[in-house]
């Protein structure tokens, strides 16, 4: 018999028969079971494949994103195949892995009820009990199309029309089978700790001119024990979620008559936005920045020389054009306006570093598929700046921002949070500038402005800029995704645009460099963060209502009148609630609010003249003097101090 060399992971080689599976090498390496595919030449296959070459091995554990993925993958198979031996005449269409989880889209008339789910995952329980054999199988592509017709399956037929390959790969399990480019786990029984998790409706291929289709999403996990962590902490980021949550706290609301994408900041919202602004711009302010305001239109050529016309077009409103030769174009970013205003005189040396920054309102066209809330928009304020400096001075303000950066992490109390040093894709010529050594050159400044912070980093290709590569740092949700909050971006291709000069200390003229950066991100995306960050329960320092003033009976509204005016002539964003209701409704109501300080006035408080704040987490404090209160207050704001959240939420 045939022997073929198989390199191991390690770097062991082996040898084996040809046509031996890889199953068997692993079980005769004594590999565990957790591994769920395999690596052939670094190409991801089944377990099931059959060796037929010198070639190398890697395993895929489940424990790895591939193979949770390959995981997920398989339990979407799983779910179909119930979903068809429950439901005959449903079609299927696609079954993709997601963050987290998997979807399949099946084309039925109703929707799936909440009934038909149980059915559905009881169903997926009872084949993955019955440990069916998952194998792959190539086939003509005309015979696989021919295979679908015959099932009725309309849409594999579709998809197969617009495979270029002429050979196809199905994958059976039992009676059931899917066109699939794998790799799939070895058996059902693999899958053990699945549950489904919702249902929505999808039109075919995203497109709302196509049918509509019914998606059941579901989530797959190595373990029970992975699996109930995971369903645990989607629970919290439902209770968290900034939409739900900024609807119940009449923070902010989107309206279809204005547009999805287009948020509106309610009183409250608006609240939190400006102590926010404020917040940044005084900070900023000590730090050297000054603010400025620029419109929010430019002729479109701005924007044609500043190269975001060719690179950023597909995010961009189109142009407005104006009795027939003005073109002006909403901005989607506040760059060419600062430079602009850098160009307005001439800079020496003296001058640099020029730290201009701006509360910047821009617009992008993000596809409706991607909005969410207020964490993705259309319409946005970012707290802006675009530092203009000598190549000497890179590093240090590079370091001085991600400096800034911490210290505004440190006032939010933020400590989830990474780095990410995201380049160029040297591939994409079209959507990165081209020019290696600029691209190099900027990227090792980073890199050594990231080393003199200390601060560990992950690196990311394609993430960059257009113009330049950038820190970002990203900051996890409950579920531990990051997105993007901070950051620090470094440019040499404006300034060479736009030709901007500066003037040195030997009297020649000079080309500056740009800095870039976001350190509160924009409005939208940090509200949306700090909503569910404190999961509503906003430190006493950006609480839209501080305190809030209760009678018990009405014997106490006098004194209740008084207590509430002047903690407002305070300062303090106060209410009054003297309404003739049963106490423990109206602190039910502030608990529901998420009011940091109730104060409750009963006749012990009017006859001594003081107050006995209670904390939102349902701490009782001692009666003190109206004086010793606003102290407290006055140290809690300054201290930017977030106590515990309340007890029901
Ligand atoms: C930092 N020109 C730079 C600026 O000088 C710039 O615009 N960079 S950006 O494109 O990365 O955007 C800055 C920040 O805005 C991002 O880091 C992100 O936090 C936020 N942001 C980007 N797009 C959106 C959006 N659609 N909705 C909400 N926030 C967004
Ligand atoms: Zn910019």
Not at 78 to 105: K, R
Not at 172 to 198: E, M, N, Y
Request: include cysteine; charged fraction near 30%; aromatic fraction near 8%.
């Amino acid at each position: 018999m045939e022997k073929i060399q198989v390199k191991l992971p390690e770097g062991k080689i082996i040898e084996v028969a040809s046509g031996q599976k890889i199953q068997e090498v692993a079980s005769s390496q004594g590999i565990n079971s957790n591994v769920i595919a395999a690596k052939l030449d670094g190409a991801p296959v089944d377990l099931d494949r059959a060796l037929s070459r010198d070639c190398s091995l890697d395993w895929i554990s489940m424990n790895s994103p591939e193979g949770v993925d390959i995981l997920r993958h398989s339990t979407a198979h799983l779910m179909a195949q119930a979903v068809q031996s429950l439901f005959p005449g449903t079609q299927v269409t696609i079954g993709p892995t997601i963050e987290d989880g998997f979807y399949y889209d099946f084309r039925r008339e109703k929707s799936f009820a909440p009934e038909e789910i149980e059915k559905i995952e009881a169903r997926m329980r009872e084949l993955a009990t019955l440990d069916l054999k998952v194998t792959r199988e190539d086939m003509p592509r005309e015979k696989a199309i021919g295979l679908f017709r015959g099932l009725g399956e309309e849409y594999k037929v579709e998809i197969l029309r617009e495979i270029p390959e002429e050979t196809v790969s199905l994958y059976r399990q039992g009676d059931w089978l899917d066109l699939c480019r794998g790799p799939h786990v070895s058996s059902t029984g693999v899958i053990r700790a699945f549950k489904l998790t919702g249902v929505a409706g999808a039109y075919w291929r995203g497109d709302e001119k196509n049918e509509m289709l019914q998606r059941i999403y579901g989530t797959s996990w190595p373990t029970e024990e992975a699996l109930r962590e995971h369903l645990r902490l989607l629970e919290e980021a439902k209770k968290r979620d900034h939409r739900r949550l900024g609807k119940e706290l009449g923070l902010f609301m989107v309206s279809d008559a204005i547009g999805p994408g287009l948020p509106l900041w309610l009183p409250k919202g608006a609240i939190v936005r400006s102590i926010l602004e404020r917040y940044i711009v005084d900070l900023e302010r000590s730090l050297g920045y000054q603010h400025v305001y620029t419109p929010q239109l430019a002729r479109v050529e701005l924007y044609q020389r500043s190269g975001h016309w060719d690179h950023f077009k597909d995010n961009m409103y189109p142009p407005m054009l104006f009795e027939d030769k003005e073109e002006l174009v909403l901005r989607p970013m506040n760059c060419p306006h600062h430079i602009m205003m850098y160009q307005h005189e001439l800079h020496s040396y003296r001058d640099l570093p020029l730290r201009i920054a701006e509360l910047g309102t821009m617009y992008r066209y993000e596809r409706s598929g991607v909005l969410s809330g207020l964490s993705r928009v259309r319409a946005m304020t970012l707290n802006d700046a675009h530092i203009f400096c000598t190549p000497e001075q890179i590093q240090s303000e590079a370091v001085g921002v991600l400096r800034l950066i911490e210290q505004v992490y440190r006032d939010f109390g933020f400590t989830d949070y990474w780095h990410r040093l995201s380049l160029r894709d040297p591939k994409d010529r079209a959507k990165f500038v081209d020019s290696d050594a600029m691209w190099d050159n900027a990227e090792s400044c980073l890199r050594h402005a990231l080393s003199e912070v200390g601060v560990v980093y992950k690196e990311a290709l394609g993430e960059a800029a257009y113009y330049g590569p950038k820190i970002d740092v990203q900051l996890n949700d409950v579920l531990g995704h990051g997105e993007t909050v901070s950051t620090v971006q470094l440019d040499f291709y404006l300034p060479e645009r736009f030709g901007l000069e500066y003037v040195d200390t030997d009297g020649q003229r000079k080309r500056p460099v740009m800095i870039h950066r976001g350190v509160v991100s924009t409005m939208e995306r940090m509200m949306a963060f700090l909503i569910e960050h404190y999961a509503g329960n906003f430190p006493l320092w950006l609480a839209p209502v501080q305190v809030k003033v209760m009678t018990v009976t009405d014997q106490q509204k006098e004194y209740a009148q008084k207590v509430f005016e002047d903690l407002t002539r305070g300062g303090w964003r106060a209410q009054l609630d003297d309404r003739n209701e049963k106490l423990g409704y109206k602190i039910r109501q502030v608990q529901g609010e998420r009011v940091p300080y109730a104060v409750v006035i009963g006749d012990r408080e009017v006859r001594d003249q003081t107050v006995s704040p209670r904390r939102r987490g349902g701490e009782q404090l001692k009666p003190m003097s109206l004086k010793e209160f606003n102290d407290l207050l006055r140290l809690e704001v300054a201290n930017k101090i977030s106590h515990q959240q309340s007890a029901g939420s």
